[in-house]
């Protein structure tokens, strides 16, 4: 038959019904003809799991379309319930009555899962008033419950599921500042859970002035239009339509009996005073009675000992929380190993790109290196060639300086056997002068010695001429300088007989040519310098083949070091209490310390935020909620400033 047999098809007389929830539907549950409200409310929370009913109830609309609670105790078939089209009865599974403390008496992470998409759906709709700066606020949570830590990769916020309309309209902001307000308020967030960010977006939703009222049109006795709001702190009379601050309010200390009858509810108050009222449609007074009842039943509950039934829930979740937070501690622990592991792998990294950068550093330094040598080496070699040219051509420049002073040794040793010659012609001259002188004196001698002399002279002539010819054979090819020395001839002559054009000088008739010391010199200059410039290019090419200085990048050694970090353990010893009654009261204190810091906090940035963005508000987008809510800000008013007016305690003996 299955886990669930209500969920099975039958006959075509059975009834079905369907029910919706927060965050599930659940279609065609079969009702029996006998089935009261309590069999199909157990049933639904027997299919979502849930165990804390007593928050919890089913709604639908009557005939007239007006909200209605289904009843525990009567049986569906004698309610006013419609069917649908399909034959289906239809169903809202919804927080019926409202926790005084969230965090104290919401067990289960279903049902505060199911407070917190309600009261959201609340507030989206407009149901439940939200100043502008705790719509941020709530908005900021409900993102971080749904898409968990703000990242660079979220797309767009969705501001329709986020914030109010009312609240868009009623200021000159366009949608994406309003996204980079809830961004900057969801960054602090970071790292809650889920269950972490309902829990704070249902404390923060507590605090709103209209915050678990259901608001009910009554009439009084002068049948004047007014609303019953029914809250677990007690019942308000709402004027007009004013929602926000009662007028009056009875807490459920105060409220002595409610009763219904002849169309009327009677309240009777401590001081014995009774207020009537009535109303505006009948239809909708059982409704209104099952809500006080039920409302006051939890009220007096929450002042009793907890049922063993509540303390076995609230031990299993305390387990469950515990074990949550050790699941946590180890997932942020690994969080943070693993943060440090791939910073070490990042340094690690970087450490390798920059050895990496300075190995290719040193191959292009290598690689110049290697360049200038190859260059130094095309330079040595070129220096090289350089040098044996320039060698040689000292090597011909002296050949050439040798030769030019054995020509200069020649010369001189011609122009010593010139000048003796020259010195033996003149003596020769001289011997025929004074011949001739004696024959000029003696005529007798004349003819005999003209003879002689011109037997003699051919000889002469000829030995001077063949010297002639061998000084000019040893100066071939010089300049007309050598020849100017040569012609002695035309410098004096002497006439004989028979050689009339023979000219005697009575100076040295020959001087030899002589070399150009100055060039010579200059040549040896130059063979001196070439030398000078060979030993030079020499030690150039001793420097160039010399080995180059030593790389320090070849010989450098980088060291890693692990990096370890160590991990100081600390024990804490408390001291122990002398009862658990007085650690679980210690316990609270520092929750309380704690909660109240927080709120303090919340107060004050919400205070900051709300000053921030009154710059930008419409006034004539004003709602009368909106202009109440601010009086009450400004004077201070609160929705507990009437519960800390009037006594606590409840003197309601019976009900």
């Known amino acids: 038959m299955g886990l669930f047999p209500f969920l099975t098809r039958g006959s075509g007389n059975v009834v079905h019904a369907k029910v919706t929830t927060m965050d599930a539907d659940l279609d065609r549950i079969v009702i029996e003809a006998s089935w009261t409200g309590r069999h199909l409310f157990?049933?639904?929370?027997?299919?979502?799991?849930l165990r804390e009913v007593w928050f919890f109830g089913l709604q639908f609309n009557n005939k007239k379309g007006l909200p209605c609670w289904l009843q525990m105790d009567?049986?569906?078939r004698k309610q006013d319930v419609p069917r649908g089209e399909d034959g289906c009865m239809q169903f809202l599974f919804l927080v019926k009555f409202y926790p005084e403390d969230v965090e104290e008496e919401l067990i289960q992470d279903l049902t505060r899962h199911l407070f917190f998409l309600q009261i959201k759906q609340a507030i989206l709709s407009m149901d439940l008033y939200c100043s502008p700066e705790a719509s941020v606020l709530l908005a900021s949570f409900?993102?971080?419950?749904?898409n968990g830590d703000c990242t660079e990769d979220?797309?767009?916020l969705d501001l329709d599921k986020l914030l109010p309309k009312s609240v868009i309209e009623q200021y000159d902001m366009s949608a994406d500042m309003w996204r980079e307000r809830i961004k900057r308020w969801w960054i602090n967030n970071h790292g809650q859970t889920r269950e972490d960010a309902e829990m704070e977006y249902l404390r923060v939703a507590q605090d709103l002035e209209m915050y678990g009222i259901l608001y009910y049109p009554i009439c009084n006795k002068k049948e004047t239009d007014l609303h019953l709001g029914i809250s677990a702190q007690g019942l308000g009379i709402y004027k007009g339509s004013n929602r926000i601050t009662p007028r009056p309010f009875f807490s459920w200390s105060e409220i002595k009996n409610i009763s219904f009858k002849n169309k009327k509810f009677h309240m009777k108050t401590v001081d014995k005073s009774t207020i009537s009222f009535r109303a505006q449609e009948r239809t909708i007074n059982p409704s209104i009675l099952d809500l006080c009842i039920g409302t006051h039943n939890l009220y007096l509950r929450r002042r009793q000992p907890d049922t063993l039934e509540v303390q076995q829930m609230k031990a299993l979740a305390k387990e469950e929380r515990a074990r949550r937070q050790q699941?946590?501690?180890?997932?942020?622990?690994?969080?943070?190993?693993r943060l440090q592991v791939e910073n070490e792998r990042n340094q690690l990294k970087a450490e390798v790109e920059k050895i990496a950068e300075q190995l290719a550093q040193a191959k292009e330094t290598a690689r110049k290196t290697e360049e200038t040598a190859e260059l130094l080496a095309e330079k040595a070699r070129a220096s090289e060639q350089e040098t044996l040219l320039l060698t040689k051509r000292v090597s011909e420049a002296e050949a050439e300086c040798h030769r030019l002073q054995m020509n200069h040794v020649k010369s001189e040793e011609a122009l010593m056997r010139m000048e003796r010659k020259a010195r033996e012609a003149e003596l020769y001259a001289q011997r025929i002068s004074m011949s001739l002188a004696d024959v000029n004196s003696k005529p007798h001698y004349a003819s005999h010695a003209l003879i002689t002399e011109s037997s003699m002279?051919?000889?002469s002539n000829i030995s001077l001429q063949s010297t002639l010819s061998h000084h000019q054979l040893m100066i071939s090819g010089g300049s007309q300088e050598g020849s100017d020395r040569l012609g002695y001839a035309d410098r004096s002559s002497v006439h004989t007989p028979q050689h009339p054009a023979i000219q005697l000088s009575s100076t040295p008739f020959y001087r030899?040519?002589?070399?150009?010391?100055a060039q010579v010199n200059a040549v040896l200059c130059g063979a001196q310098m070439l030398s000078y410039a060979l030993s030079g290019f020499n030690n150039l090419v001793q420097m160039m083949h010399a080995p180059p200085p030593p790389d320090p990048s070849v010989n450098q050694r980088i060291e890693f070091h692990n990096i370890r970090g160590e991990l100081e353990k600390s024990r804490y010893f408390f001291p122990l209490a002398p009862s658990i009654f007085a650690l679980t009261l210690v316990i609270e204190s520092c929750f309380r310390h704690d909660f109240s810091e927080k709120a303090r906090l919340f107060k004050e940035r919400l205070n900051e935020f709300r000053n921030e963005i009154d710059a930008m508000k419409r006034e004539d987008r004003q709602t009368e909620h909106d202009v109440i809510h601010a009086h009450n800000v400004q004077n201070g008013f609160d929705k507990f400033a009437t519960l800390r007016m009037v006594g606590w305690g409840c003197k309601v003996t019976f009900f």
């Open 74 to 76: 009567r049986e569906i």
């Open 327 to 337: 699941e946590l501690s180890r997932l942020a622990r690994e969080r943070e190993q």
């Open 142 to 146: 409900a993102v971080q419950a749904i």
């Open 154 to 156: 979220i797309g767009p």
């Open 512 to 517: 030899a040519v002589q070399p150009n010391i």
């Open 42 to 49: 157990d049933a639904v929370c027997r299919i979502i799991g």
């Open 457 to 459: 002279w051919p000889l």
